[in-house]
């Protein structure tokens, strides 16, 4: 108890000093020139036919403090701030005991931020928490103070707060969930809504309505405390039953905020856009959402996975050409989770990793015809660890099979053989070379998946494919204008070279393999389900794990990655395997239906051949096959009569096993 009061002592003397220093600080902004207040929130985000999708602000929603209901005030003030009227800008008692709480309890679930405090938070385009953004934070509130009335400030705040579901402001927020006027507000209404705003995805009546009603009996019982109205108001007001609304005049998606938060995370780290809405009277930013794509993707998902289902899944569709993302889901539902999978979360690739081994495959003298033997294998390396992977179901073909095979049925016996046959590094030098940045660990397992890579970054890899060899960085925005049309901002969208075009034509031709009937044989292509559905030609390779499911593929005109799986990481039901599939199937094929840019495929480059083979053993065909299939070679280096099955034995011989 003696350190406790000793440092409340000097706490104490601390706060003293910084009462001196806050006044003549106070003083010195009097003077100066007044902060743009009313610009907060001011963002508007465009789609690529520059039509607004998301306005954080918009002027005609302003309302005066008039024209707010008594209610939403009362609760506001006496939930958030009880002082407001009294302090200027910082409650010092208020923090004094927060501190104490915080200390003696060991937590720090205790807050002390005023409105003003709040209101110079949401100046900022972004909510890091470095000390240069806590120090700006506070010198806005003084300069707000200092320059603006309590009604003045408590009105830009009632008016820029987000209330969920893209809804900044009390009159936003009132129509929205409502229909009505945010001076038309009774006492229930007022207060579910003045509860949203501390966490609007968990307090959000649409969401989680008994977390709301909880969170309005507090606020209710705060105004009962405070002698703002009666217990029986309470009674009644906590008993009304409520119909709420959740329309916007645009069709909403729950899943464009995923877009909207990815927007608002590559926005904080644009350096020539002021950090501040103060400083920009607000921005127009033109992003590469294609709505109706992004509409397209939230629809199959809907129809794709039961309402009853906690599986949740990521989407991505990518320009590979620009590496403008022009559909994202991070989600099933915004609402519900405002957690984006598509940006912050990696999951276990499975066979999605292939690809990039196979690149490099092809680099060091490997073909298309290139053969290793289908069979139960166990591999032996650094002279006493084993490792003994397995094909799905343990199906084995027990016989040579060719790259284009070990890709249709998705062999890991066949990966794995030619990762230990290459050495580790090349695949990782392929995966660095296109942008996967994540941690990928050099042991035989590497090429099935085993590691964590986020899909935005997956679809990225896969672009360098997609526009045969270069590397492209994702980005969601395009443009950014002030409030008066000045350029603050244009993206580059520059391609780096480091890929061999001719060695990629022929990976992708490869991996239109998983869909393509002439490889049925002891199995089936992973795909083969949807050869009778694509109407375009695609690169396709799926992905699976206990835990996880991939699809993804692409042409020339789009990329386009899935994920499936549990946030909690529980195993996959067989049935749910076929989700992620379908989205990918669906979406794409919508994309292409709608742009008018031919078949999406690639033409041959010069310094490449095609062969009639044999498919299954990747052979040079004879009269005598029942199957043969054109497939793509470097030329100097097509089959001949026996010559890929003498490279083939020397390379079977040489794998360690």
């Given at each position: 108890?003696?350190?406790?009061?000793?440092l409340?002592?000097?706490?104490?003397?601390l706060?003293?000093?910084?009462?001196?220093?806050?006044?003549?600080?106070?003083?010195?902004?009097k003077?100066?020139?007044?902060?743009?207040i009313?610009t907060?929130?001011?963002v508007?985000?465009?789609?690529k036919?520059?039509?607004?999708?998301?306005?954080?602000?918009?002027?005609?929603?302003?309302?005066?403090?008039?024209?707010?209901?008594k209610?939403?005030i009362?609760?506001?003030?006496?939930?958030?701030?009880?002082?407001?009227?009294?302090?200027?800008?910082?409650?010092?008692l208020?923090?004094?005991?927060?501190?104490y709480v915080?200390?003696?309890?060991?937590s720090?679930?205790?807050?002390?931020?005023?409105?003003?405090?709040?209101?110079?938070?949401?100046?900022?385009?972004?909510?890091d928490?470095?000390?240069?953004?806590?120090?700006?934070?506070?010198?806005?509130?003084?300069?707000?103070e200092?320059?603006?009335?309590?009604?003045?400030?408590?009105?830009?705040?009632l008016?820029?707060?987000n209330?969920?579901?893209?809804?900044?402001g009390?009159?936003?927020?009132?129509?929205?969930?409502?229909?009505?006027?945010?001076?038309?507000?009774?006492?229930?209404?007022?207060?579910?809504?003045?509860?949203?705003?501390k966490?609007?995805?968990?307090?959000?009546?649409?969401?989680?309505?008994?977390a709301?009603?909880k969170?309005?009996?507090?606020?209710?019982?705060?105004?009962?405390?405070n002698?703002?109205?009666?217990?029986q108001?309470?009674?009644?007001a906590?008993?009304?039953e409520?119909?709420?609304?959740?329309?916007?005049?645009?069709?909403e998606l729950?899943?464009?905020m995923?877009?909207?938060?990815?927007?608002?995370?590559?926005?904080?780290?644009?350096?020539?856009?002021?950090?501040?809405?103060?400083?920009?009277?607000?921005?127009?930013?033109?992003?590469?959402?294609?709505w109706?794509?992004?509409?397209?993707?939230?629809?199959?998902?809907?129809?794709?996975?039961?309402?009853e289902?906690?599986?949740?899944?990521?989407?991505?569709?990518m320009?590979p050409?620009?590496?403008?993302?022009?559909?994202?889901?991070?989600?099933?539902?915004y609402?519900?989770?405002?957690?984006?999978?598509?940006?912050?979360?990696?999951?276990q690739?499975?066979?999605?990793?292939?690809?990039y081994?196979?690149?490099?495959?092809?680099?060091?003298?490997?073909?298309?015809?290139s053969s290793?033997?289908?069979?139960?294998?166990?591999?032996?390396?650094?002279?006493?660890e084993?490792?003994?992977?397995?094909?799905?179901?343990q199906?084995?073909?027990?016989?040579?099979?060719?790259?284009?095979?070990?890709?249709?049925?998705?062999?890991n016996?066949?990966?794995?053989?030619t990762h230990?046959?290459?050495?580790?590094?090349?695949?990782?030098?392929?995966?660095?070379?296109?942008g996967?940045?994540?941690?990928?660990?050099n042991?035989?397992?590497l090429?099935?998946?085993?590691?964590?890579?986020?899909?935005?970054?997956?679809?990225?890899?896969?672009?360098?494919?997609?526009?045969?060899?270069?590397?492209?960085?994702?980005?969601?925005?395009?443009?950014?204008?002030?409030?008066?049309?000045?350029?603050?901002?244009?993206?580059?969208?520059?391609?780096?070279?480091?890929?061999n075009?001719?060695?990629t034509?022929?990976?992708n031709?490869?991996?239109?393999?998983?869909?393509?009937?002439?490889?049925?044989?002891?199995?089936?292509?992973?795909a083969?389900?949807?050869?009778?559905?694509?109407?375009?030609?695609?690169?396709l390779?799926?992905?699976?794990?206990?835990?996880?499911?991939?699809?993804?593929?692409?042409?020339?005109?789009?990329?386009?990655?899935?994920?499936?799986?549990?946030?909690?990481?529980?195993?996959?039901?067989?049935?749910e395997?076929?989700?992620?599939?379908?989205?990918?199937?669906?979406?794409?094929e919508?994309?292409?239906?709608?742009?008018?840019?031919?078949?999406?495929w690639?033409?041959?480059p010069d310094?490449v051949?095609a062969?009639l083979?044999?498919?299954?053993?990747?052979r040079?065909?004879?009269?005598?096959?029942k199957?043969?299939?054109?497939?793509?070679?470097?030329?100097?280096?097509?089959?001949?009569?026996?010559?890929?099955?003498?490279?083939?034995?020397?390379?079977?011989?040489?794998?360690?096993?």
């Amino acid at each position: 108890m003696r350190i406790l009061k000793k440092l409340a002592k000097i706490s104490m003397i601390l706060v003293v000093i910084g009462v001196f220093i806050y006044f003549g600080i106070y003083l010195y902004v009097k003077l100066s020139p007044k902060v743009v207040i009313n610009t907060a929130n001011s963002v508007f985000l465009y789609d690529k036919n520059e039509e607004i999708f998301f306005q954080g602000n918009e002027e005609k929603e302003w309302v005066s403090l008039d024209d707010i209901s008594k209610y939403v005030i009362d609760a506001t003030i006496y939930t958030e701030d009880k002082n407001f009227y009294k302090h200027h800008g910082f409650d010092y008692l208020r923090i004094l005991k927060a501190f104490y709480v915080n200390l003696t309890s060991g937590s720090t679930s205790q807050g002390a931020s005023t409105i003003t405090q709040q209101y110079a938070k949401n100046l900022f385009l972004s909510f890091d928490k470095t000390w240069k953004r806590k120090w700006d934070e506070m010198w806005y509130t003084i300069k707000i103070e200092a320059s603006y009335s309590k009604d003045e400030i408590l009105e830009g705040y009632l008016n820029t707060i987000n209330y969920g579901h893209g809804m900044y402001g009390i009159e936003n927020a009132s129509k929205y969930y409502f229909g009505k006027s945010a001076k038309e507000l009774d006492l229930a209404e007022a207060t579910i809504l003045t509860g949203i705003p501390k966490s609007p995805s968990n307090y959000s009546p649409l969401v989680n309505l008994e977390a709301a009603k909880k969170r309005q009996l507090m606020i209710l019982n705060l105004l009962v405390e405070n002698g703002v109205i009666t217990e029986q108001e309470k009674e009644d007001a906590y008993k009304k039953e409520l119909k709420f609304l959740g329309e916007k005049d645009r069709d909403e998606l729950t899943t464009v905020m995923y877009y909207h938060d990815a927007v608002m995370d590559e926005l904080d780290t644009i350096d020539s856009v002021p950090k501040s809405y103060s400083d920009t009277n607000g921005l127009k930013i033109y992003t590469n959402l294609d709505w109706d794509l992004q509409k397209k993707v939230e629809e199959t998902i809907q129809e794709s996975i039961p309402d009853e289902s906690e599986i949740q899944t990521s989407v991505v569709l990518m320009n590979p050409d620009t590496g403008g993302v022009m559909a994202l889901v991070g989600g099933r539902d915004y609402n519900q989770s405002s957690f984006n999978r598509a940006t912050d979360s990696s999951r276990q690739v499975g066979s999605t990793m292939k690809p990039y081994l196979y690149y490099a495959a092809l680099e060091n003298g490997f073909t298309s015809s290139s053969s290793f033997t289908s069979e139960a294998t166990t591999f032996v390396f650094n002279d006493q660890e084993d490792y003994t992977p397995q094909n799905y179901n343990q199906t084995y073909g027990n016989k040579p099979i060719s790259m284009g095979t070990a890709i249709a049925y998705s062999e890991n016996i066949y990966a794995v053989k030619t990762h230990l046959f290459l050495g580790g590094e090349s695949l990782i030098n392929v995966a660095r070379r296109v942008g996967i940045t994540a941690k990928l660990e050099n042991v035989p397992s590497l090429p099935l998946g085993t590691n964590e890579i986020n899909i935005l970054e997956m679809a990225a890899g896969y672009s360098a494919f997609a526009n045969l060899g270069y590397k492209v960085e994702p980005h969601f925005i395009e443009r950014i204008e002030d409030s008066e049309g000045k350029v603050l901002y244009e993206a580059k969208n520059k391609k780096e070279a480091v890929l061999n075009p001719s060695i990629t034509f022929i990976l992708n031709n490869l991996l239109t393999a998983t869909y393509d009937a002439d490889y049925i044989d002891y199995n089936y292509p992973t795909a083969i389900g949807l050869a009778s559905k694509l109407t375009h030609k695609y690169a396709l390779k799926s992905g699976t794990t206990e835990t996880d499911n991939w699809n993804i593929g692409f042409n020339n005109d789009v990329v386009c990655a899935v994920w499936v799986g549990y946030d909690d990481n529980q195993s996959l039901k067989t049935s749910e395997y076929k989700y992620a599939q379908n989205i990918w199937y669906e979406s794409i094929e919508y994309y292409e239906r709608n742009i008018d840019s031919g078949d999406g495929w690639y033409e041959m480059p010069d310094n490449v051949s095609a062969v009639l083979v044999e498919p299954i053993s990747g052979r040079l065909a004879t009269n005598e096959d029942k199957k043969k299939k054109m497939m793509y070679f470097i030329k100097g280096t097509e089959p001949t009569s026996n010559e890929q099955e003498v490279f083939d034995e020397k390379v079977e011989e040489s794998y360690p096993s």
